[in-house]
């Protein structure tokens, strides 16, 4: 069935910011028993590491040097750096519009290409992010982009920051979800976009777990084609 071409099956989920993305790939990964790739994860390594080291987000060769160095480890939920347990720490909005700016540099996009692709292991990979269809696995035999309205975005990611200590406001909130949005779609390098026939799941009066249900169905399709 899946393993299509003798590849590794591959399913992407892709979207704009608070979408659901990291919580529906996780559980439908989980359901499967394949691995999952948090690909937003690795650009905020990236972001974190830049505004650490006071590098300015627009210098294009000092970001790449840092994207091209970093080795984080991903098990069990966690995010580490050498020693250092960074999970919290790369999930503030700071470091997500550092992301977002270092997301721009096309250098920067094939350091982490080559990370992203060498999570495609035996048996599948669950993989969430911008491009995950359109550039880093486009022979997916399943790609979903998953939406919500900026509504609903904003009141989960509100929900989302809240539930971990974290103090902001709503608005500042739907003002810096819209600002990243924006720079994804614009910008010139893989710009945050439906991949070619990725099906469209609209997430806004959906529960997570509806909208997992959502993807493994269209998953059993694809494996009985
Ligand atoms: O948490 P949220 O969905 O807002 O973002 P994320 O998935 O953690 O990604 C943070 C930023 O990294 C995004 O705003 C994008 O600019 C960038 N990104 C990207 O360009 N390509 C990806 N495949 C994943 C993330």
Request: charged share 25%.
């Amino acid at each position: 069935m899946a393993e299509l071409n003798g590849k590794v099956p591959v399913i992407t989920i892709d979207g704009p910011t608070a979408s659901g993305k990291g919580t529906v790939a996780s559980r439908v990964a989980e359901a499967l028993g394949f691995h999952y790739l948090d690909s937003g994860a690795l650009y905020r390594v990236v972001g974190l590491v830049c505004l650490r080291n006071n590098v300015p987000l627009d210098d294009m060769a000092a970001v790449t040097a840092h994207a091209m160095a970093i080795k984080p480890r991903f098990a069990g939920g966690r995010v580490t750096l050498g020693t250092e347990d960074i999970t919290a720490a790369i999930r503030t909005e700071e470091v997500g519009q550092a992301a977002s700016r270092a997301a721009v540099i096309s250098s920067v996009r094939d350091a982490l290409a080559e990370l992203e692709k060498n999570a495609r292991r035996a048996p599948g990979l669950v993989a969430d992010g911008r491009d995950m269809g359109s550039v880093i696995f486009p022979d997916a035999p399943l790609k979903v982009f998953l939406t919500a309205s900026a509504e609903a975005r904003a009141h989960r990611r509100y929900k989302q920051l809240i539930e971990k200590g974290l103090d902001v406001k709503l608005s500042d909130l739907v003002s810096e979800m819209k600002e990243r949005d924006l720079r994804d779609m614009r910008r010139a390098h893989a710009p945050l976009a439906p991949a070619e026939g990725a099906r469209i799941l609209d997430s806004s009066f959906l529960t997570i777990e509806e909208t997992v249900e959502k993807v493994l169905y269209w998953w059993l399709e694809c494996t009985k084609r």
